[in-house]
């Protein structure tokens, strides 16, 4: 790593400690106080909201891990992990439910869903799931040139233990009946005699 880059983390990680000393009051007597009100509302945003910091995302071609909420865990449920859509044609999108449920002791946060691929996206709540609430997450499949048999994953990103929740999207695409033939390679050229 480039000395730079060493020192700029570094200097990172002293103004993070620096902030949250300050938000849980260690630089009260130096400062004449502060807001209870203001430091309240911090305190409740760490613990609820904050992300745990991610240093590869800055890092060029290092693959980038997703941020995973901090604070306490909880445990969510789903109904079904796993959906197959049967067969459809080329070209049409495949929309799915998949519903769950916060079945731990503290609010349930989703920080992250993603497709394994592009044509594979998830729409999740952005809001904290009380204890015992529900939610939804729900993914569409655009099959346009994805033939044959397809499965898909979506990882959900969430402050539970293990962080990582998986839901798979399967089916078989019809080919595209208009969609050009695949062309074959060229024969060789025969030698001269």
Not at 165 to 185: E, F, H, M, R, W
């Amino acid at each position: 790593m480039e000395k730079s880059k060493q020192i700029q983390i570094g200097l990172l990680g002293v103004i993070a400690v620096a902030l949250l000393i300050n938000l849980f009051g260690g630089f009260d007597s130096l400062f004449g106080g502060g807001d209870d009100a203001k430091k309240a509302d911090a305190r409740a945003s760490l613990s609820t909201n904050a992300a745990v910091a991610n240093p590869a995302a800055d890092a060029p071609g290092k693959a980038v891990a997703p941020v995973v909420p901090a604070g306490p865990t909880t445990t969510m449920s789903f109904e079904e992990t796993e959906f197959d859509f049967g067969t459809v044609d080329a070209g049409e999108k495949v929309t799915h439910i998949y519903k769950f449920k916060n079945t731990g002791d503290e609010p349930l946060i989703i920080s992250n869903a993603k497709g394994s691929c592009g044509c594979t996206v998830p729409d999740w709540p952005k809001d904290p799931i009380a204890v015992g609430g529900s939610g939804e997450i729900k993914v569409v499949f655009d099959s346009k040139n994805k033939p044959g048999n397809q499965t898909k994953r979506v990882t959900v990103t969430a402050n539970t233990d293990p962080p990582q929740s998986y839901l798979t999207i399967k089916g078989v695409v019809n080919k595209d009946p208009n969609a050009p033939a695949p062309q074959k390679p060229a024969a060789p050229a025969m030698p001269a005699n």
